[in-house]
């Protein structure tokens, strides 16, 4: 490595951005590396065709790893879209609900649930069925508090809401009869999935699965029938998967540093159960961090509900909370500050951040707690 490679690399601060987030270090090296000229294309990866037989079979291999790391099966379509979660509040509910006659149903535990009952609401009915914006949104459905209609459309989540800092932990309670539909896309491989409870999962890339461009959709095959023949093209899950997600020009760049970082899962991480118990350590530690700071960090989520990828908490004062934010990036410890609807701290702590990242935040807490408790 050159002098001025590494002195780039050693610039490289902890970023704790909610998304587009920070990337595996050596994914990043190995892109660097294949930039200017892939191997054996005598060009950039960002330059040739996506027809070539080369990004092909990149494709193929990212599904197939994807595939092989959540144990997805042949009953389920992987296809790479665009247009992120946004394009998807609209286009679940344009093939899974429109014309049917029924209701979605929706769980709504932070601000992107919200956002995407919105968009559903102008394809057909659309029900919210649990509602924890009473409490700014610090909580998770227990037993008992919602219903699910046997004829739903389907029941639609968000497993993780980024701004709240609250996670789902297991799936929630679903009739067999209704597609359980979940937006995943801040804590995609962070841990094990059963697909085989979903209707379809969908995560934008750019917290845990890759750079900002493209979105995995995992759908299950027979809902593919639902899909209204008269939808705009692009909006017709039926469309991508006829075409191998090449309907049009797919994110090439983006497919391509998504099955790097699929295979750094796979064989430098060991896969998701490793990962699971790396982002668990992480997220304990800044956890116990702030539930020994005598009150000074006040955690957002409810205990039971708290994020592994968004630890969001606040500090005495705003004062004290842009202080926080001043010395901490003194410290290399960047992007902080909390999402305007929360306030105070967030710390997105996805599976490339190291955990000499979060011990290092984790170190700078304490310090700041004591010195200006």
């Known amino acids: ?33 294949e ?8 060009a950039s990866i960002m330059e040739i065709s996506h027809r070539d037989k080369r990004f092909v079979d990149l494709l193929h291999d990212a599904q197939a790893t994807l595939r092989q790391l959540l144990g997805i099966s042949d009953d389920y379509e992987v296809l790479f879209l665009q247009g992120g979660a946004a394009l998807q509040f609209s286009m679940i509910p344009a093939n899974l609900l429109r014309g049917t006659g029924k209701t979605a149903q929706y769980l709504l535990t932070g601000s992107w649930g919200k956002k995407a009952i919105k968009e559903a609401k102008k394809e057909g009915a659309a029900e919210s069925i649990y509602d924890a914006g009473e409490t700014n949104y610090d909580r998770l459905p227990a037993a008992g508090d919602y219903q699910v209609a046997d004829d739903a459309a389907y029941l639609y989540y968000c497993s993780n809401e980024t701004i709240q800092g609250v996670q789902f932990t297991d799936e929630p309670a679903c009739p067999d009869s209704v597609p359980l539909v979940s ?43 639902r899909s209204p023949a008269d939808l705009p093209g692009y909006l017709n899950y039926n469309n991508h998967a006829e075409a191998d997600s090449e309907w049009n020009t797919p994110p090439t760049f983006a497919i391509y540093v998504l099955g790097k970082i699929a295979k750094w899962l796979r064989d430098d991480i060991g896969g998701l159960d490793a990962m699971l ?55 290399d410890l960047t992007a902080l500050k909390g999402h305007r609807s929360v306030g105070g701290i967030r710390a997105s702590i996805y599976n490339a951040m190291p955990v000499e990242g979060v011990n290092t935040l984790a170190n700078f807490m304490k310090d700041f707690a004591k010195a200006n408790g």
């Open 1 to 33: 490595m050159s002098s001025a490679l590494t002195d780039s690399a050693q610039q490289r601060v902890f970023n704790f951005s909610a998304g587009p987030a920070a990337l595996p270090l050596s994914v990043l090296e190995e892109v660097r590396d």
């Open 35 to 42: 930039l200017v000229c892939y191997p054996g294309a005598g």
């Open 183 to 225: 937006d995943a896309s801040s804590d995609f491989l962070c841990r094990p999935l059963d697909i085989s409870k979903y209707g379809l999962l969908y995560a934008c890339a750019q917290k845990n699965a890759g750079p900002a461009g493209v979105t995995v959709v995992v759908v299950r095959k027979d809902l593919l029938q």
């Open 277 to 331: 118990q790396q982002n668990q350590e992480k997220s304990q530690t800044l956890y116990q961090v702030i539930d020994q700071s005598n009150g000074f960090y006040r955690g957002h989520a409810q205990t039971e509900a708290r994020s592994l990828m968004n630890v969001t908490f606040n500090l005495p004062n705003d004062d004290l909370q842009a202080s926080f934010i001043a010395e901490a990036a003194k410290h």
